[in-house]
């Protein structure tokens, strides 16, 4: 699960991570009493998607006046922001960070994730700030430094002088970067975080060290043990039909093809994509409607599906160990004559009362194709559209 800037920065405040002041203003808030109440003369107005690499794509706008604060929030507030996360249709701005504006000495790169290779925390920093982290890796991998915790032991103080040399600090802004660093540590582990980004990380011109920008990534099989996490979830930010399917406990993850896909069985639906790429189609959606899959959770799994403007053609995969191949052939032969269908649907179901479910499908009025096997399932499928 992902937030936005505004909320990470409070979780950081909370976790005494230094971030400038700031306040959260939608359209109905007044951006000019906002940076009035922060004071200062420099404020950054920075729309708040759930989307990086704002600053290119003319969300964070650096203003020296409260006409200019105003001014800035309303242009961010009014515009499709496109940046190189959002994909070319860009996103909705519905809210703004209103901060003080930071004297910056010097832009640094620090974030924390769990490395999958290593199974364990791992720190990744760099001098070279500000700039996505993949070119950095890239082009100069000698200037990242990846440091990995060991969870029985924690983030030991030798660790942290190593990144503050790699980061070239120097003076108390070692002592700052090490607070900074167990206080990041141990945010991490209590909010059951994924993943940390501080990019910029600065050095003020007073030499102090402050977040300026704050990613942060929860893990979605944590959530149970976080309701003030979940809290801060953004419906607006997610894709509306993987909340609706989140919402209904379906696996459900869009992808960039044409041929929607309900499958019961992770490993089964895994396969199915597979197979539906290797006979020349490319899948539209993961789709896992649970092992168990009810009648009831199929006709909504297919209404999802069907939402999905891009879908071409649908196939289903069904194997009927605890669910009853009919009862399934009921559920989607009902949704299909629910909705007004107008791509082909391609059924595969095997195992139990699977001759009851083929019955079901040629009866009813929709014009099924049905399936003996996958391969003839996925080939079918592909040849329908
Ligand atoms: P994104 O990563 O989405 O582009 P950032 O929060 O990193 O957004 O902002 C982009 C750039 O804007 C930063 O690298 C920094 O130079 C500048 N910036 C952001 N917030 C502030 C601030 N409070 N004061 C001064 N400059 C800022
Ligand atoms: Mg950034």
């Known amino acids: 699960m992902n937030v936005h800037e505004y909320q990470a920065k409070q979780i950081f405040r909370e976790f005494g991570i230094p971030v400038p002041n700031g306040k959260m203003c939608t359209r109905d808030d007044s951006v000019r009493e906002a ?3 922060l004071g200062g003369d420099t404020w950054v107005v920075k729309a708040q998607v759930h989307a990086g690499g704002r600053g290119k794509g003319g969300g964070v706008r650096v203003v020296r006046s409260l006409e200019e604060a105003e001014k800035a929030a309303d242009d961010i507030l009014n515009m499709r922001l496109v940046t190189a996360q959002t994909g070319e249709e860009g996103r909705e701005v519905r809210k703004v960070l209103v901060e003080e504006g930071v004297a910056i000495q010097k832009e640094l790169y620090l974030s924390m994730l769990v490395d999958r290779a290593s199974n364990a925390p791992v720190i990744i920093c760099s001098e070279a700030g500000g700039m996505e982290i993949e070119e950095v890796a890239a082009e100069t991998p000698e200037k990242v430094l990846r440091e990995t915790v060991e969870p029985n032991l924690g983030l030991r103080t030798y660790q942290t002088r190593r990144i503050a040399q790699a980061l070239g600090l120097s003076g108390q802004t070692v002592r700052q970067a090490g607070k900074m660093l167990s206080n990041l540590y141990r945010l991490f582990q209590e909010t059951d975080a ?16 402050i977040a300026l920008d704050a990613k942060l990534q929860f893990e979605d099989n944590a959530l149970f043990r976080h309701d003030e996490i979940v809290a801060l979830r953004d419906i607006d930010e997610e894709d509306p039909l993987e909340a609706q399917a989140a919402e209904l406990n379906l696996s459900y993850i869009r992808l960039d093809g044409n041929i929607g896909c309900m499958v019961n069985g992770a490993g089964l639906a895994m396969a199915t994509m597979d197979l539906i790429q290797y006979v020349g189609g490319s899948p539209a959606n993961f789709l896992d409607v649970g092992g168990g899959a009810s009648a009831a959770s199929v006709e909504k799994a297919f209404r999802i599906i069907l939402a999905d403007p891009r879908v071409k053609a649908i196939l289903i995969n069904i194997f009927g160990g605890i669910v009853r191949c009919d009862r399934v052939a009921q559920g989607v032969a009902e949704a299909a004559g629910n909705v007004d269908l107008k791509v082909p649907v391609v059924v595969r179901l095997e195992g139990t009362n699977a001759e009851e479910a083929r019955e079901i499908l040629e009866a009813s009025t929709i014009d099924f194709v049905v399936a003996a096997n996958l391969r003839e399932a996925a080939e079918k499928v592909v040849s329908a559209m």
């Not at 994924?194 to 060290?209: H, K, R």
Request: hydrophobic share 40%; no cysteine.
């Open 35 to 37: 940076a009035q109440e």
């Open 194 to 209: 994924s993943m940390v980004e501080i990019n910029p990380l600065v050095v003020t011109e007073s030499g102090d060290l």
